[in-house]
């Protein structure tokens, strides 16, 4: 994969891993509560939000919509660690046990990255951020449909393996609007 992106992707990840850090130190882990649709629901409203104000052109909530691309690859890790811990599991888990597992799903989704760059030739750099924030939330219409169907699917990427695409996505919208004010 290029240099470049490589060293982006990771700037992106420190960002949000930060962000997830300081979240789990002052709430805990109250969102392993959530089960996966509910995870799904957050994400779809951070993207809807997103697009809302693409569209209107205005905003009346001052958060920048690149704290909403950090929300929605924070909780699509969420979601892919949550898809691997029991429901009997404690509530409440220690970020220094929560890390890993973090780690482990980001190289895992930019392992995935690193192939499809290869194969589309970052073909999302000419992109624009309302075209990819369109495909995030045609994911997350997928996540849902999966999740209507009992996570059944008939030819189908499983839900997983959207939300590391939603990650990527999110990721490339962020470096795209790097130094841009949303």
């Known amino acids: ?47 809807q939000r997103i697009r809302s104000i693409q569209e209107k052109g205005i905003q009346r909530v001052s958060d920048p919509i690149q704290d909403e691309f950090i929300g929605i690859i924070n909780y699509c890790l969420i979601a892919l660690i949550q898809s691997e811990m029991a429901e009997s599991e404690a509530l409440e888990i220690p970020y220094e046990v929560l890390e890993p597992l973090y780690e482990k799903w980001v190289e895992d989704t930019r392992r995935l990255l690193e192939n499809k760059n290869h194969d589309y030739g ?7 951020v309302s075209s990819i924030t369109d495909i995030i939330l045609m994911k997350l219409y997928r996540i849902k449909q999966i999740e209507d169907n009992q996570g059944q699917t008939l030819v189908s990427e499983g839900v997983l393996a959207n939300y590391q695409d939603i990650i990527n996505y999110s990721v490339f919208c962020m470096i795209k609007l790097k130094g841009t004010n949303g």
Request: net charge positive; charged share 30%; hydrophobic share 40%.
């Open 122 to 128: 970052e073909a999302w750099r000419m992109m624009r």
């Open 1 to 47: 994969m290029n240099t470049q992106t490589l060293s982006e992707y990771r700037e992106v990840i420190e960002l949000c891993k930060e962000l997830f850090k300081n979240k789990t130190i002052d709430y805990g882990t109250a969102w392993r509560i959530l089960r996966l649709p509910s995870i799904t629901d957050q994400i779809f409203i951070k993207a």
